[in-house]
């Protein structure tokens, strides 16, 4: 059984930083395809970032340039990184995992790409 877990949420001003983790056990292969997703209130649920099977990463527009998603093979940990956050950041982010390849962009940022989630870190960001 496949299980994430994220940590690192919390608050910060705007302009901050903050880096999530997900942890993820019950496969042996790390280059599984991993994202990084979130869901402000009312809005539906977007791709922030995400790192291919072969370890491309892709990043949503309005997060380019600020956030990371590196990951380490070693511990099956991925990470995201962000900084320069903005308000707009808050959200609840959750991690995904899909056993299986994936590559491109339409795909590593697609929620219906993965089969696996955690169960969410709230992130805000006030001004």
């Known amino acids: 059984q496949v299980q994430l877990v994220e940590s690192g949420g919390g608050s910060v001003q705007a302009g901050g930083s903050l880096r999530l983790s997900c942890a993820a056990s019950?496969?042996?292969?790390?280059?599984?395809?991993m994202g990084w997703f979130r869901q402000a209130p009312g809005k539906e649920r977007e791709g922030a970032a995400g790192?291919?099977?072969?370890?491309?990463?892709y990043y949503a527009d309005s997060v380019k340039g600020r956030f990371t998603i590196p990951r380490d093979n070693a511990k099956n940990t991925v990470y995201l990184q962000m900084n320069s956050l903005k308000p707009e950041d808050t959200a609840m982010y959750y991690c995904?995992?899909?056993?299986?390849?994936?590559?491109?962009?339409?795909?590593?940022?697609?929620?219906?790409?993965?089969?696996?989630w955690g169960q969410g870190t709230q992130v805000t960001v006030s001004s």
């Open positions: 995904a995992a899909r056993v299986g390849f994936c590559a491109g962009a339409r795909l590593v940022l697609g929620m219906e790409t993965y089969n696996y």
């Open positions: 019950g496969y042996t292969d790390s280059r599984n395809c």
């Open positions: 790192i291919s099977t072969g370890g491309s990463t």
